[in-house]
């Protein structure tokens, strides 16, 4: 059975759009030839109700939704088994999906960076058969557009790109796997992962508790922060990383849904009306 957060969200539509939205099913699929870091992964995680609790949310999403939202950890680390499962399932033409950090995890104890999702890209083959970086799609008048930010970071292109699909001008529901910094989400989040600093834009300026350069952001992602949280245009955040659910409202009012993980059989179903 599957646990379902319902929320409905008034954008002005003519019609109503329903979007089931999946985070973090963490796949632990792997063979004996896999890395031995990937076999005990494996072995911590629950293959068979992670794989059942995603096969019962895309069947709701299917019988029930009008899209299907998956902010990525699809898969818990890049095992041949795992990107076969991966790129099979991407191809579900309800589906719309963004990459998080573990599309590129191949637990091998170097710094996962941008260089690292780079080189992972490259055993991966090129990658999913998707547009796993930023891609976008228009259903029922709403666009829908992803964005790669699985490091924290977002780069100039990608912010370049979302600006040309704020000038098609249709309401935009942004996803991405790592939510944006809000006060109350960036508490909740340093408890629940002991410091660990996993929210988008945590500036030390504010927070002199963060260390390290995966937390620091980046010029182009301090332009993109300031850009969405003031277009009127996107009227919606979906975002997972934080393996709990929270919904934040952003400085300039827009609403961010952060989904629980997937794998212990969570998914948010959100009515645009
Ligand atoms: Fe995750
Ligand atoms: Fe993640």
Not at 28 to 57: H, T, V
Not at 182 to 203: A, M, Q
Request: charged letters at 25%; aromatic letters at 10%; proline letters at 3%.
């Amino acid at each position: 059975m599957i646990y379902l957060e319902k929320n409905t969200l008034e954008i002005g539509l003519q019609k109503p759009l329903k979007i089931l939205h999946i985070t973090d099913s963490h796949l632990p699929l792997c063979s004996d030839n896999d890395r031995e870091e990937m076999i005990r992964q494996s072995k911590q995680r629950d293959e068979r109700s992670s794989l059942q609790y995603l096969q019962e949310q895309m069947a709701y999403g299917e019988e029930h939704c009008d899209v299907i939202v998956h902010t990525g950890d699809l898969i818990d680390f890049i095992s041949k088994p795992c990107l076969e499962f991966a790129r099979d399932f991407l191809k579900n033409e309800k589906l719309l999906f963004i990459a998080g950090n573990h599309e590129y995890a191949k637990y091998d104890g170097k710094t996962e960076d941008m260089t690292y999702r780079m080189s992972s890209l490259q055993e991966m083959g090129g990658g999913l058969g998707v547009d796993i970086f930023f891609n976008s799609r228009i259903v029922g008048g709403v666009n829908f557009v992803g964005i790669d930010d699985s490091y924290h970071q977002v780069e100039e292109g990608q912010l370049i790109r979302l600006k040309k699909e704020v000038r098609k001008g249709y309401p935009i529901i942004l996803f991405m796997h790592a939510p944006l910094y809000e006060n109350e989400l960036y508490k909740k989040s340093y408890d629940f992962w002991h410091g660990e600093i996993c929210v988008v834009n945590s500036d030390s300026t504010l927070h002199p508790e963060v260390i390290g350069d995966m937390a620091e952001p980046y010029a182009s992602t301090k332009l993109f922060y300031e850009f969405v949280t003031n277009e009127p245009l996107i009227k919606a955040i979906l975002t997972g990383h934080l393996h709990f659910g929270f919904e934040s409202i952003l400085p300039g009012g827009t609403i961010q849904y952060v989904t629980n993980r997937g794998d212990k059989g969570n998914a948010r179903e959100i009515t645009l009306i």
